[in-house]
């Protein structure tokens, strides 16, 4: 076991988590050489794309050129589906995974044997980072399948020399009794699961703190501290915050350290930058903007300046665990999860910030938004406690009018609150779906 500056134990961590800024430089411009010409090399649309503006991977004489070279969205990906942006011929791919989305056709990404080990080295170092170790037995209930959670977790976790359970989501009662009976110490799920096994857990009469269970590796979607609050209060666990997306190869991007202070991205891998999403301007460190990450070791399908559409800021503010890597600012909106209510601008993560601040209400919550003669309204679905719930029709009125008033104040506009009983809100085993939008816009 190593030991760095803050004398903090660092079981299976990375020297790359430590390399002095100047020779991080190096090593990505290296990579970011290698990787444009790569791209230039063996795929249409960025060759396409560099030509038009005039840009030869040669003209890669600084870091700072990258902000020469042009944009890649998930639309590039679709309109390419499926195999459309492979810089590796069929016969080196060993892996395909896909995400939905929202509309229309799946986009596919895809690995080769080198990228698959970058993947697991990625996660071994997101696990190490929160002190996990071998001799740890994790229960990763991230789903398996074409989503990059469930195998993306599993083969990090077993490069680091834990023991995987690998349970997927679901089937919530038996993930407690194995919980119980095989000492799990450690849980990577979503946040919303992982509330929804504390929930369970309660039913069943096992109180979480009492088990071996001390960390939770929480992801793949928005999630806010007054919830990491809740969690770690309920549970008796740290719960830490891992980033990530399938276009740049799936968790494991970014992750917090013991110390909780935002996820570090492994900048010797993905190179990112914060842009305006208007203008494309690239942003000075600290401004809130749309994340963009350039991928530097991938092989199958590089990426070069992915707009991911989540808004974040970036630090390079020393963290107390010596790690050289950059800060992401938590990610608790996506420009696309935007909803526009009588004009003004409302990310659910607000909704949820505000009421999390009540006493009285539980983590499961909806937001219903419709159109009533031409007018936009909002209704926020709240679970509260038992004790609540069957409190005086006053009481309850007093804590409606209470969680309205903190929404209004957070977004600027009040919404119908209407609180409901516990449990009576559709629980999640992946992502959760906090919004309804009845509207046609
Ligand atoms: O969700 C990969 C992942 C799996 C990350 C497990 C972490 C843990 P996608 O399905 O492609 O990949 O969704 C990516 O999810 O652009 C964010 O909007 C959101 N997201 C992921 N992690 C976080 C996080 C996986 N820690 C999209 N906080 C991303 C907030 C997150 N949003």
């Known amino acids: ?67 020469n070279l042009p944009f890649t969205t998930k639309t590039d990906l679709r309109d390419n589906y499926p195999f459309g942006l492979f810089a590796s011929p069929l016969e080196e791919i060993v892996r395909f995974h896909a995400s939905s989305g929202t509309t229309g056709k799946p986009i596919v990404v895809a690995y080769t044997k080198e990228d698959i080990q970058d993947w697991a080295t990625a996660i071994l170092r997101s ?45 919530t009662e038996r993930q407690i009794m194995i919980m119980k009976d095989f000492g799990v110490t450690a849980i990577s799920c979503t946040p919303s699961y992982f509330v929804h096994i504390i929930d369970t857990a309660k039913d069943l009469g096992v109180d979480l703190r009492q088990l071996p269970l001390r960390a939770g590796v929480f992801g793949a979607e928005p999630w806010t501290e007054d919830m990491r609050h809740r969690i770690e209060s309920e549970s008796g666990i740290k719960a830490y915050d891992i980033y990530g997306l399938s276009e740049i190869m799936g968790p494991g991007i970014a992750m917090e350290c013991v110390y909780q202070a935002g996820p570090h991205i492994f900048e010797d891998m993905f190179y990112p930058e914060v842009i305006n999403p208007e203008s494309g301007e690239v942003l000075p460190e600290g401004s809130e903007g749309e994340l963009v990450l350039t991928t530097l070791c991938k092989r ?19 963290c107390r665990c010596g790690r050289t890597l950059r800060r992401l600012k938590r990610i608790n909106r996506r420009s696309d999860d935007m909803m526009i209510i009588r004009g003004v601008n409302v990310y659910p993560s607000q909704i949820e910030e505000a009421l999390l601040k009540v006493e009285g209400t539980l983590p499961h919550y909806l937001i219903i938004i419709d159109r009533v003669k031409g007018l936009d309204v909002m209704e926020v679905q709240v679970e509260v406690t038992p004790e609540v719930f069957s409190d005086t029709i006053g009481a309850m009125e007093q804590l409606q009018a209470k969680i309205s008033h903190f929404i209004a104040a957070t977004v600027g506009i009040r919404p119908e609150v209407k609180l409901v009983a516990p449990k009576t809100i559709k629980r999640s085993e992946g992502k959760a779906k906090r919004v309804i939008d009845k509207r046609k816009l």
Request: aromatic fraction near 8%; include cysteine; hydrophobic fraction near 40%.
């Open 127 to 171: 696990f190490a980072a929160c002190g996990l170790h071998a001799g740890d037995i994790v229960q990763n209930a991230y789903g398996y399948g074409l989503f990059t959670g469930g195998l993306g977790a599993h083969y990090g976790a077993e490069a680091l020399g834990a023991a995987v359970i690998p349970i997927s989501g679901g089937n």
């Open 1 to 67: 076991m190593k030991k760095n500056n803050a004398s903090i134990p660092v079981h299976t961590a990375s020297a790359m988590d430590f390399l002095p800024l100047s020779k991080l430089q190096e090593l990505q411009l290296s990579r970011l050489k290698w990787t444009v010409q790569r791209a230039y090399d063996k795929v249409a649309l960025f060759r396409d794309r560099m030509d038009k503006l005039g840009f030869v991977p040669n003209d890669l004489k600084s870091i700072d050129d990258i902000k």
């Open 300 to 318: 199958a399908m590089p990426m070069i300046r992915y707009r991911t559409r989540d808004i974040t800021a970036l630090t390079s503010q020393q």
